[in-house]
């Protein structure tokens, strides 16, 4: 309950920064309104659209405690995760995985992390257990959220076995995949039905550079001081100290087996985020894995000290790019600091979930600005929104009262030749013309007179 109260005033400006948070509401309006699925985006995410469906028409707070709930129920199987494994501090466990900022955000947007998370968290808790179907079912409905679910089978599969025999671990084995895998097609007979088997895809973004990436693994996922509280957790286990001198939190019986398993998952999610580096909710399945070990292998008083810096992180210290024109930038309280060529804004008073917070509340208000210059164009007009597509389709029933505009996400040249041929002024929101030219090797304003709409 207090994690879940930590979430509700979170709950109240939009779906989320994502696009694609927009997307899933879109296309659960959809549903909603027709009963015809569609993906948000592939390889589609069919649980957690049919489930924002139920509460669409009730709008965005509604969508967000989804998630929120769902976040909630899996810090709780975390909880009863750590009381079966006998761990001393289980609910300071719980609420350090809770604070962890990249949880904490997602958590509170209507997006499909914190719901896949949930499930995984639960089939591991009924893993524990020696429950190998429920563990199944659990996790086919986490890949029914998201595929890459699915990649928690062989870590689950380590940690179901016993030492009963190698027939009783194969039948374990066999039950917690045959679950898993029949949930899991069952969920996904929606986007089969729709799209045949051509959803297995995804859409392919420019590789970032490396200082990107390893802001995304680390401070954006972890937030300043929780990349501290991970090097003071490494400082601790590499000083030299006496096993008998200190209390540890979990006892013998949590044995090279989990730890094994805890480090594959961490491993294979790390791999997953490497393939494709887009976001930082990629990692957020191996977050806990993470604590994990640190609970296993940090003493008693450094694990409070670690816990501590945690659960402070989302609301001290933050790092945020500025100067990118598709993210909405609030009025900077700190320094300006310099990380890959990218410009960051230190801020100490507020914590990545506050300038999450702010950036979002900031969003909403410059999409109302942008909805009042569209009003007042005149004529045909082709405007390319790029991220902003989802939002803008959601709610241009609402604010948009001139209907001579036409939005496209991005577009190529051959299609856009014929919107100029035919009488349309060209407009792109700010960023998009760069973002176009990724996608379409061509350049809007030196082959068209295109002109920039800002949310000034």
């Not at 669409?56 to 899996?74: C, K, R």
């Not at 996922?221 to 540890?248: D, E, H, N, T």
């Not at 600005?369 to 709610?395: C, E, H, M, P």
Request: glycine share 6%; with cysteine; charged share 15%.
């Amino acid at each position: 309950m207090l994690v879940l109260c930590s979430r509700l005033p979170f709950l109240f400006y939009g779906f989320g920064l994502d696009p694609n948070s927009w997307g899933v509401a879109l296309v659960a309006r959809h549903f909603h309104d027709t009963g015809v699925y569609e993906a948000s985006r592939f390889p589609g995410f069919p649980i957690h659209e049919m489930l924002s469906s139920l509460v669409i028409a009730q709008g965005y707070f509604l969508t967000n405690l989804l998630v929120a709930l769902a976040g909630s129920l899996g810090v709780l199987y975390f909880v009863f995760t750590l009381k079966a494994l006998r761990f001393r501090y289980p609910l300071l466990g719980g609420a350090t995985l809770a604070a962890v900022p990249i949880f904490y955000v997602s958590s509170v947007i209507t997006y499909d992390y914190s719901l896949a998370l949930a499930f995984i968290l639960a089939a591991l808790y009924y893993t524990v257990k020696g429950r190998p179907v429920t563990a199944g079912i659990l996790l086919g409905l986490a890949v029914g959220c998201r595929m890459t679910s699915g990649a928690m089978l062989l870590p689950l599969a380590i940690m179901i076995t016993q030492n009963d025999g190698m027939k009783a671990n194969y039948g374990r084995i066999l039950k917690l995949t045959l679950a898993t895998v029949v949930i899991g097609v069952f969920s996904y007979l929606p986007v089969i039905s729709e799209y045949g088997f051509s959803f297995f895809t995804y859409e392919k973004v420019p590789y970032p550079a490396i200082g990107t990436i390893l802001f995304k693994m680390f401070i954006e996922s972890w937030g300043i001081l929780g990349v501290l509280a991970l090097c003071f957790g490494l400082v601790v286990l590499l000083l030299p100290v006496r096993p008998q001198a200190k209390k540890y939190l979990f006892p013998r019986s949590v044995n090279e087996k989990y730890v094994v398993a805890w480090l594959i998952a961490i491993d294979l999610y790390i791999i997953a985020f490497l393939k494709l580096p887009a976001e930082a909710g990629y990692l957020l399945p191996a977050v806990p894995f993470v604590l994990l070990l640190f609970c296993k292998y940090l003493h008693a008083e450094a694990f409070v000290v670690f816990a501590i810096l945690i659960l402070t992180s989302p609301f001290l210290v933050s790092l945020t790019q500025v100067g990118d024109p598709e993210t909405p930038e609030t009025p900077l309280a700190g320094n300006v600091v310099e990380i890959s060529d990218r410009f960051y804004s230190l801020d100490l008073a507020m914590g990545p979930i506050l300038e999450y917070e702010s950036m979002r509340r900031l969003s909403m208000a410059q999409m109302d600005t942008l909805f009042r210059k569209l009003n007042d164009l005149d004529g045909l007009s082709l405007v390319i929104a790029g991220q902003w597509y989802y939002q803008i389709q959601f709610t241009k029933d609402r604010d948009l009262q001139n209907q001579e505009i036409i939005f496209v996400d991005y577009i190529n040249e051959q299609s856009l030749d014929r919107y100029f041929e035919n009488g349309y002024d060209l407009y792109y929101l700010p960023g998009q013309d760069r973002k176009n030219h990724q996608k379409y090797n061509f350049e809007l304003r030196d082959n068209f007179d295109a002109a920039e709409l800002d949310f000034e």
